[in-house]
């Protein structure tokens, strides 16, 4: 899981060396992390990992704005960049989760297919309907 959540940080920090901005790099690794937690996560992690991409990709895009961005020491240039961090996020957030619920999607389809009752006895013969 901790890859999971090192991809977008890595993302973040290509996008910010690439185009000193957060952008495709970053919305592909942190739709990269969420497929790689919804594809690792147990049944009963996915209620976690299904609500994660969200503060993920927030949280990333903060540090990475904090630690690369432009120092603005007045509390109304702090307030509009806090604005367009979030708007800026939005695509990779949208990716991500959109990513990791196809993801949980096709495994909750597998296992409903794997489980459907009576199944296995027709295909063996050992129940006939007369």
Same mark, same amino acid.
């Given at each position: 899981?901790?890859?999971?959540?090192?991809?977008?940080? @890595?993302?973040?920090?290509?996008?910010?060396?690439?185009?000193?901005?957060?952008?495709? *790099?970053? %919305?592909? %690794?942190?739709?990269?992390?969420?497929?790689?937690?919804?594809?690792?996560?147990?049944?009963?992690?996915?209620?976690?990992? @299904?609500?994660?991409?969200?503060?993920?990709?927030?949280?990333? +895009?903060? *540090?990475?704005?904090? +630690?690369?961005?432009? !120092?603005?020491?007045?509390? !109304?240039?702090?307030?509009?960049? @806090?604005?367009?961090?979030? *708007?800026? @996020?939005?695509?990779?957030?949208?990716?991500?989760?959109?990513?990791?619920?196809?993801?949980?999607?096709?495994?909750?389809?597998?296992?409903?297919?794997?489980? %459907?009752?009576?199944?296995?006895?027709? !295909?063996?013969?050992?129940?006939?309907?007369?």
């Amino acid at each position: 899981m901790l890859v999971a959540l090192v991809l977008p940080v @890595a993302g973040a920090f290509a996008d910010e060396l690439v185009t000193s901005s957060l952008g495709w *790099i970053f %919305t592909l %690794t942190a739709a990269a992390g969420a497929v790689l937690a919804a594809w690792t996560c147990s049944r009963a992690g996915a209620w976690w990992v @299904a609500y994660a991409p969200p503060p993920v990709v927030l949280l990333v +895009t903060v *540090i990475a704005e904090l +630690t690369a961005g432009p !120092k603005d020491s007045q509390a !109304k240039g702090a307030t509009t960049g @806090a604005v367009h961090w979030a *708007i800026d @996020a939005f695509p990779a957030m949208a990716a991500a989760e959109a990513a990791l619920l196809l993801v949980l999607a096709v495994r909750w389809m597998r296992v409903r297919r794997s489980v %459907t009752p009576g199944r296995g006895a027709r !295909k063996s013969g050992a129940y006939r309907a007369r």
